[in-house]
Nanobody
């Protein structure tokens, strides 16, 4: 059983930055895929970014490409999402998701491939 815990959410003004962290314990290997999704008020949950625990290709949604960076913090053993140039439309609950076993990159944006989810962390961007 993998336990997933997000942290780092908060409130910032337009143009500000935040770094979210995802700590996953109990079954993460180098092949595990970790992803960030978000759900804005009144909208469906959507894909943000994903990568394997060991690194490599990191696909991003078009809405965050160039502003968000997903990376592993080796010192803290977390998978982080650095969010720069934040916009009001980035306001959402951000979720970390984990798939323990390897899977092709082409499906990383699909929510149903992930086995474990965190409770989410709120990000509010004010104008």
């Amino acid at each position: 059983q993998v336990r997933v815990v997000e942290s780092g959410g908060g409130s910032v003004q337009t143009g500000g930055s935040l770094t979210l962290s995802c700590a996953a314990s109990g079954g993460v290997s180098s092949d595990s895929v970790m992803a960030w999704f978000r759900q804005a008020p009144g909208k469906e949950r959507e894909f943000v970014a994903a990568r394997t625990w060991s690194g490599g290709s990191t696909p991003y949604s078009d809405s965050v490409k160039g502003r968000f960076t997903m990376y592993r913090d080796n010192a803290k053993n977390t998978m982080n999402l650095r969010m720069n140039s934040l916009k009001p439309e980035d306001t959402a609950v951000y979720y970390c998701a984990v798939r323990s076993r390897r899977i092709i990159v082409g499906v990383w944006s699909q929510q149903d491939v992930y086995d474990y989810w965190g409770q989410g962390t709120q990000v509010v961007v004010s104008s």
